[in-house]
């Protein structure tokens, strides 16, 4: 009995546990335990029509306005393969290191629900598109060693219809512009063995498919999900001897972290205690911090896979695999090294714009005949504050690559402040179509050069608050910062930050 209260009090610690350090968990608090974990992603294409029909693939316009037959389910409806969904699934298996099968086919996956009109679902489970391929982590990725995750498999297939909860009660609604939207099912070998490196996985998944146009890749709104297999072993059995376990619909980075530390918890409490581990499909309830059952797992019998013998097979050149890896822009790894060669910035800044689809572009019209340093960090952290206070991509703002040079411009000859180029910023992102130039004129801007006027604020701004200059004399140097804001409003943000200090310090010491 004490014994199994020590493993279970083990396997809290290791659910509770934060990742603070990249050294794989199980080899430091899991042992005499490793963990084996494998990824299914299923990811949205980017095309503009649905996989097997001509109905657009805008899933998120009114309900039920985007449906083809086919969608419906109609009896007689045939479907039709998109071929800009074969160049992007390609794409996809071409830049994450795999091949293009010259011979692909597809399949009937059969299981009936609300959400798949065709009481199946067409999909690639014998002869997929992709095969192999693999993606490298290690120190660019935040870890301290390296880690080569191997891709097993990539396949296209449908996306299911949406079902809408709650809209009237006792009623489950459907909604078909997502049914037959064009999906990539990407499933890694069970190569991770912590959740901090299947997090990096996805993370980099995302930068990659990003990059390369494949693919949003939003976790946010459903374009890019995750299931993940998790099983356990005890470290003198082979990785792969353990019972796994599926983790459905897992729609952030921060909920696979949480699932995979519970469930792995989890399964070392079940095996401790000697219960015999079930293959099951299961969720994750984020509020208790648990997974929990969902169903049995089911097996490839349990689908009756059957041939799609409405789709003949689809035969690839090699000339035409060539035509689309040419036409593949330079990864993401070979943008890091050289835009963090080229313009000495932090690989941390270049990885942070890497994540954002067209921002490396962006920085690099910016920063001609600018310093590079200070545009990357503009964009890491003023851009990206507003886009992210806002919910908005790069690629959606209104901000162009011309306003944000006109106002860098501005800054550095001093023409506004540091608080007014902010301003600039935020009415370009909320819209507004004139330069910097413009703006300025218009607000009537102007940086205060007159430091006569400043030394005339200073000195009223002293006599009207001698407790506080009292206190900065007395070593409180952090009251500066409130003489600095008072003189700010007083100037309407027209005075230079560095100038105010200066010429209060100038006065506090001759006071003194």
């Known amino acids: 009995m004490h014994i199994l209260r020590s493993v279970r009090a083990s396997a809290r610690h290791c659910a509770n546990y934060k990742f603070t350090a990249n050294v794989p968990l199980h080899r430091r608090y899991y042992k005499p335990w490793g963990a084996t974990i494998g990824l299914e992603l299923h990811v949205q294409l980017a095309a503009a029509q649905k996989l097997f029909s001509a109905a657009s693939a805008k899933w998120d316009d009114p309900p039920n306005t985007n449906v083809d037959f086919i969608d419906a389910g109609l009896p007689g409806s045939m479907p039709r393969l998109n071929p800009e969904c074969v160049s992007l699934a390609a794409r996809a298996i071409l830049c994450l290191n795999g091949q293009v099968q010259p011979m692909s086919s597809f ?3 059969h299981y009936f629900y609300s959400d798949q009109p065709l009481g199946y679902q067409i999909t690639q489970q014998r002869h997929p598109i992709g095969r192999g391929g693999f993606i490298e982590l290690g120190q660019t990725d935040g870890l301290d060693y390296t880690k080569r995750v191997r891709i097993h498999q990539l396949q296209l297939e449908q996306d299911t219809a949406k079902s809408v909860h709650g809209a009237y009660p006792g009623y489950i609604l ?45 976790m946010e709104d459903g374009s890019l999900r995750c299931d993940v297999n998790v099983s356990v072993y005890r470290d003198n059995e082979g990785r792969l001897s353990g019972t796994r376990c599926e983790l459905k619909n ?104 890497l994540g954002e689809p067209g921002c490396i572009s962006f920085f690099e019209h910016a920063a001609r005949g600018r310093d590079p340093k200070r545009v990357a960090a503009w964009i890491t952290s003023e851009i990206f504050g507003q886009l992210s206070y806002r919910a908005q991509r790069l690629s959606n703002s209104t901000l162009t690559v011309q306003q944000f040079s006109g106002l860098l411009d501005a800054l550095a000859s001093n023409a506004v402040t540091s608080a007014q180029a902010k301003l600039l910023l935020i009415e370009f992102m909320d819209g ?28 009223q701004l002293l006599e009207k608050h001698p407790k506080e ?43 003194q």
């Open 250 to 353: 897992l729609n952030s980075l921060r909920t696979i972290r949480g699932a995979i530390e519970a469930e792995v918890s989890r399964q070392i409490e079940l095996i401790s205690a000697g219960h015999r581990m079930k293959q099951e499909t299961r969720g994750f309830d984020a509020h208790s911090g648990k997974t929990v059952l969902s169903r049995s797992k089911e097996t490839a019998p349990d689908y009756r896979y059957m041939p799609e013998p409405d789709l003949p097979a689809v035969h690839i050149s090699e000339d035409w695999i060539e035509h689309i890896r040419s036409s593949l822009p330079e990864l993401p790894e070979a943008t890091l090294s050289r835009v963090t060669r080229q313009y000495g910035l932090l690989s941390e800044d270049v990885t942070t714009m």
């Open 432 to 459: 507004d179509k004139r330069t910097a130039d413009e703006l300025i004129q218009a607000h009537g801007w102007e940086v205060m050069n007159d430091l006569g006027r400043l030394q005339d604020l200073a000195t």
């Open 174 to 218: 459907t909604d078909l512009n997502r049914a037959g939207v064009a999906l990539v099912e990407i499933v890694s070998e069970p190569d991770m063995e912590t959740a901090t490196e299947a997090v990096h996985f996805v993370r980099k998944m995302q930068t990659l498919l990003r990059h390369t146009g494949v693919s949003s890749c939003n």
């Open 107 to 109: 399949d009937r996956k």
């Open 469 to 511: 200059a009292a206190e900065y004399k007395a070593g409180h140097k952090r009251r500066l910062n409130f003489f600095v804001a008072k003189i700010m409003a007083a100037t309407k943000g027209q005075a230079r930050p560095q100038d105010v200090s200066r010429v209060l310090k100038e006065c506090l010491d001759v006071k």
